[in-house]
């Protein structure tokens, strides 16, 4: 029986053997990794050489980026400047709000933001030319030739604006003054709003009224966005069958995903900027307006989740074959809502106190 076990000792020995050199092996390679990262980490050039040559984390994300800049270029050039007069209007109301104000400015993009307004009016319908977006575009540029002074660059751009039909309505889309009428909401109410959203994932089989939705998506339209660009659409998904498929592609929902009553993907499009420099405002904007979202929901007597979404190649390939992105979309998030169930219980999730995430000056 023991000269029977010898072979079986051996074995186990060389294995044992085996492993710490394999334990060996893989100390010597992280310490030599993060050696390596040690030197790159020195200079910007000698990372994105890091992450040519060893590391292919980075290539998606510099693909989508220059897939931006392309649909970006590609937009303006077709006439459909959409972006780049959304950010060139907001500019010209920020000039005109200041204190004092000059008698001249936005020279240096003035006839390219006339040039946009043109195309724009010039390539939709009547029905476009009628939208709120683009009379805000009029009211804005009618306004800033009515208070700027005189000048060869601003009187031949007025030239091609007063040319064009004018955009009539009761209500100027102009700067104004704010309200100095309080709300009906004060501190209290609103911390008690914020204490009582937390991350439902348990919800009742029960359809939620997409006026409802819609209602939440209005209120969360109001966001703050960077140069008033909005750089994301809610994809809305009631119907079940696409929850179940777009709601199990993320890790986080294993579980609880067989019942979301309605699910929503937050998509940022890189396509309205010109430069890398912008690459991460669609995460900023799109999560500001997502937090509105998720209030309002709240007022509407709805629960929602925001689901978490790593930056995983193989579940970004998944997600953007099933909502047909392209290359420039990227999913920021997913939220799951619906009407919540009384029966299931909430993390307590205790928050970091005023001290810890607080600093002055």
Known sequence: MVSASKPLVKTLIAASGFTKLKQIYQKIRTASKFALLRICVKSPKLSSLYYALSSSAMGREHQGVISGRLQYQDLTVSSKPEYLLRRNVHRLEKGLIMRPRRDIFALDYLESTVTAYKDLVNERSLDFKSSSELKWAHDVLQEYFAVVATHPVIDRAKAVFTALEPIEGEQKYIPYHRSESSLSIDYEQFLALSQRRRSVRWYLQKPVPRELIDRAITAAALAPSACNRQ???????????????????????????????????VVGKLRAYYSERDRHVIYIDASLASMALMYAFETLGLSSCPINWPDIASKEKQMRQVLDLELDEKVIMLISFGYPDPKGKVPFSQKKSLAEIRRYN
């Open 231 to 265: 750089p994301f659409e809610f994809r809305v998904f009631d119907d079940p069958e696409l929850i179940q498929k777009v709601g199990s592609i993320p890790m986080g929902t294993i579980g609880f995903s067989q019942n979301f009553p309605a699910l929503i993907a």
